[in-house]
């Protein structure tokens, strides 16, 4: 025990044997040094054979200590000056200073926290590392497992849906899909979409602008607006035209008003068959027929066209009268002549 300032409590020198030995059995103490003093050494060995021992510690039990070292003024336990050989295991109760540099030529096992301003060496046996954890550097694009999407590939496939506000691309596609595309959603498209194969909506597609297309196909039932103007090939059926136009394959035609054409025939000779209207003959070497027809009033206006050869006649005039009218020629008919009718009013 020393309590001098720079004084030593124990000190021992020996060249072959041992300078200080202790031992003790049970919780005893081999050798104590103790140093009261603020330059004090509890405890100096010192060696200068080649394999000397300055100070040694030997332990046979589990839990016992080979060299024990405790300060508690808030200094050094234990300072070696130079090199320190453990060949056993190192317990430090709270805090282990190294000055220069510590080479552990073994592993080292810490039951608690190893902190460092920094660590260098291989860390491949680290584990449990978060990744908030890392503040700098990059992944190599090897690290990184082979279904994360990489900017810079020539392709990308997903096996899966795909979700964004907004897919954008310049200078050519934004987005290409090889294969089948599946929208939950709504897809907006801002330019133009392009597809490649068929595209299936399994729903209802709905179009804020314009869609043009080479061809369209399909139930146009829900079409409006549409102009008569667009159509430029086919027939309409006759079973969407309005009941109130005339067909000219009708078996027969009525009309709420008054009908007026330049002109009226009937197919084979026969006249029209409307009311007011018949056939009557003007007979060979006459120049005038009458034509009974209770319709027919001295207001009336009929029309008449003959319906064989008249040779050089034609009808000159028609003169109504009540209940029939005359009909007269430019000449006498070589033959008889067909004619028809219709009284128009």
Known sequence: MSSVPGGIGVWGRSDTGQAVYGLAGGAGTGVEGQANGSQGRGVVGSAT????????GL?????????FAENSGGGNALQVLGKAQLGGSLTVGT??????????????????????????GSGSG?????????????????????????????????????????????GGNALRVLGTAQLDGSLTVGTTLKVGGTAEIQSALKVVSTVTAQGFAGDGGGLTNLSALALNSGTVSLARLPATLAHTNAPSTSFAGALAAGKYAGLGGAALNLAGSGV?????????????NPLCKRSSRVLVTLQSSPGTAVVSYVKPAKGFFDVFLTAEAKSPIKLAYLILA
Do not use: C, H, M, W
Request: hydrophobic letters at 40%.
């Open 280 to 292: 009557g003959t003007v007979p060979r070497r006459e120049d005038d027929a009458r034509i009974v």
């Open 59 to 67: 332990t046979s039990q589990a839990t016992g200590i080979g060299v």
């Open 126 to 170: 680290l584990s449990g590392i978060p990744a908030s954890a890392i503040s700098s550097g990059t992944f190599s694009q090897a690290r990184l497992p082979i279904n994360v999407v990489k900017t810079n590939s020539t392709s990308t496939a997903f096996i899966g849906p795909i979700s964004a506000p907004s897919f954008a691309g310049s």
């Open 49 to 56: 054979a080649s394999l000397g021992r300055g100070v040694y």
């Open 95 to 120: 805090t282990l200073t190294v000055g220069g540099t510590a080479e552990i030529q073994s592993a080292v096992e810490v039951l608690s926290t190893v902190t460092a301003q920094s660590f260098t």
